[in-house]
């Protein structure tokens, strides 16, 4: 007879950036400001964008441009960056026209410095440790102050982890954190990042098939042959890797468990799951028939459990999961966890390793891939379920309440009744006609062919010239926003402007296939013209010269935007050199066709957001999980 116990078992999640207790960001119709867990508002002030409280302050702002308010919704650091970053011990990481800086929580700057980029050196650390990169991409360490620890020295610097740092991705070896050459440059051609002591390692000069692992040290603990590895990392000092059987009882592919020295200390024919709190899951040889709801049936293997040194500690589990504490084995099932004697046991805030599954108390959250994205489903009961495109598993439940952001963009929070609270005004997407409002810098794709190109749908060939441009007498570029038009931006339309780009001179102006040539500006609140939109791939050709001969013109499109700063914008085309090339003999002769020029359009009224200046479309994460939290933006890869 199973004893029904409910014992409270607490799981501490591994989070580095926990936001302060007791005060939550929510959204209304009026802006961004601050209530308790009860729905109490806290502070009075609402504004137009905000982020989270951090060491007791949270970047905020009011006019696009970011400062940073404290407990009270007070400005104590005056809205000046583009971006702002949380404060992690008394540091904060900011971007002020276009460059990274950090400041203290006086709002001051901490060093004046000539670096392109700056980032936390530690590997899931916000320890107050740096790597700077150089205008011409060299990397060293700084400290909080700015002094040298490391000279920038080294391409492509990794974050160190375990006190080591890949350089170039492992071709310029390992150093550790006084600069000092663990693994000599080119010895490897590639080496992972470090865990538990071991870091995995390929060579050029090794059959394909064959991987290694390096200690701390720089030494090669053993090489090995493989057919392909689960993961490139050691957890809980233990490998998984899928190798030929050679035992000859098998052709297949067999899967086992490697210790740190590489001894074999388990093997199976079928899939074996990482390590995670010395247990594994991995597939039996038995398998067991489920049936559908409709009557339909299928087998799967049986699912058993195995310790570090390959004992079994069970066997065919029902489970979604398990986890080991205290030489106990717990098993999680879609409502409720029980341990081996079949008590019922209350766990909260607990993040299932294996599959981005997520369990609190009674509410258990399945995860889904979907393509590139998860998706994670909450069963509530046979008929009813809620989907969300992203859930708080880092932090889990803070009094009561899980940070949730729905399929539909909606933001706010889940009670732990499951019911949906706080959340964000819900976005109107049948409205067609409003204005693009994003953080990020976009790369658009206009197309512009020859007038003899037959008009059809994304040729755009150019037009012969209409009365409303023969009074022009010099190349000119027109943004015409008297009227507006809809352009697409992924599956949604936004407002646009009509461009013009005209030549009635005698002379026949080029577009040149993969460069960019459009460049739609606005002014920056120092007054200095920043691009925030740039046309990459303007033509659909391969690398040809586009014409537009006199008297002709191309019409596009450019984006009418909106956000917290009023400003001014503009379009900058930029008509580069056009040469030919000539063989004459055995030299490359060159003949100059036209020089290059530039062009801007008139100026018109603007209202944009001051972060597309510096944030590119390519580097912001795919889902804004919280505002002023961009990590990968943060780690913006050395690139322009």
Same mark, same amino acid.
């Given at each position: ?92 990481? /900011? ?40 205008? $011409? ?107 030929? #059987? ?12 490697? #210790? ?44 058993? /459990? ?110 732990? *009744?499951?019911?949906? /609270? ?14 693009? $409002? ?44 008297? $009227? ?82 009023? =400003? ?13 090339? *000539?063989? /004459?003999?055995?030299?490359?002769? =060159? ?10 359009? $008139? ?15 390519? =580097? ?21």
């Amino acid at each position: 007879m199973r004893v029904f116990l409910i014992i409270s078992f607490f799981l501490i999640l591994n989070n580095l950036t926990a936001q302060d207790e007791g005060i939550f960001l929510f959204e209304s119709s009026q802006g961004y400001s601050y209530i308790n867990n009860e729905g109490e508002q806290l502070i009075d002030n609402y504004f137009y964008r905000a982020g989270r409280f951090f060491e007791g302050k949270a970047a905020a702002s009011t006019n696009g441009y970011v400062g940073y308010i404290d407990m009270t919704g007070e400005l104590t650091i005056p809205s000046i960056y583009e971006y702002a970053l949380p404060f992690y011990n008394g540091i904060a990481k /900011v971007w002020k026209d276009g460059k990274p800086y950090l400041i203290n929580k006086d709002g001051q700057i901490i060093f004046e410095h000539n670096y392109r980029y700056i980032d936390y050196a530690i590997y899931d650390s916000f320890e107050p440790i740096f790597i700077v990169t150089t205008q $011409n991409y060299k990397s060293g360490v700084i400290n909080a102050n700015g002094s040298l620890i490391i000279d920038t020295i080294f391409y492509n610097l990794s974050q160190f982890s375990e006190g080591l740092s890949i350089i170039d991705n492992g071709r310029g070896g390992v150093i550790n954190l006084q600069g000092e050459q663990i693994v000599p440059m080119n010895l490897y051609n590639s080496i992972s990042r470090y865990s538990c002591g071991r870091a995995l390692v390929k060579s050029d000069k090794w059959d394909h098939f064959y991987i290694g692992f390096i200690n701390q040290e720089g030494n090669l603990v053993y090489k090995m042959r493989y057919s392909h590895s689960i993961s490139d990392l050691y957890k809980d000092d233990r490998f998984i890797a899928i190798v030929d #059987d050679t035992t000859g009882t098998s052709s297949n592919k067999i899967s086992v468990v490697l #210790d740190l020295d590489g001894n074999i200390v388990y093997s199976s024919l079928f899939r074996i799951f990482d390590f995670h709190n010395s247990i594994a899951m991995i597939y039996g040889i038995q398998t067991k028939e489920y049936e559908y709801g409709d009557g339909r049936k299928y087998t799967t293997r049986k699912v058993d /459990v195995i310790n570090k040194f390959g004992d079994i500690l069970a066997e065919d589990i029902s489970a979604r999961s398990t986890f080991l504490r205290n030489d106990t084995l717990f098993y999680i099932y879609r409502n409720h966890v029980e341990d081996s004697y079949g008590n019922k046991i209350e766990i909260t805030n607990y993040k299932v390793p294996y599959n981005n599954d997520f369990f609190h108390k009674n509410l258990y959250f399945s995860a889904y891939e979907r393509g590139y994205s998860t998706e994670w489903v909450l069963f509530l009961n046979s008929n009813t379920k809620l989907t969300f495109s992203f859930i708080d598993r880092d932090e889990g439940f803070k009094d009561g309440l899980l940070y949730i952001i729905l399929e539909n963009g909606q933001w706010g929070y889940l009670n732990e *009744n499951a019911d949906l /609270v706080f959340l964000s005004p819900k976005k109107d997407y049948s409205v067609k006609h409003r204005k693009l $409002n994003i953080d990020y810098s976009i790369t658009q794709s206009n197309v512009f062919n020859n007038s003899e190109v037959e008009e059809m749908p994304n040729t755009n060939p150019a037009k012969p010239m209409h009365d409303d441009f023969k009074s022009f007498t010099e190349p000119k570029v027109i943004l015409d926003n008297s $009227n507006t038009y809809l352009k697409s931006l992924g599956r949604e339309f936004f407002e646009a402007y009509k461009l013009y780009i005209i030549n009635p001179s005698h002379d026949t102006l080029r577009f040149s296939d993969g460069r960019e040539q459009i460049f739609v500006q606005a002014k920056d609140k120092s007054g200095n013209w920043r691009t925030i939109e740039t046309d990459g791939s303007l033509f659909r050709h391969g690398f040809n010269t586009h014409k537009l001969k006199p008297n002709e013109y191309w019409e596009t499109f450019v984006f009418a935007y909106d956000g917290g700063f009023k =400003t001014k914008m503009r379009v900058l085309v930029k008509f580069p050199t056009i040469n030919n090339f *000539n063989f /004459v003999g055995n030299k490359i002769e =060159t003949i100059k066709i036209s020089e290059g020029f530039e062009i801007t359009s $008139n100026t018109i009224d603007c209202k944009i957001n001051p972060v597309q200046f510096i944030r590119k479309q390519s =580097t912001k994460s795919k889902i804004n999980k919280y505002l002023f939290e961009d990590y990968n933006f943060d780690r913006i890869m050395y690139f322009d």
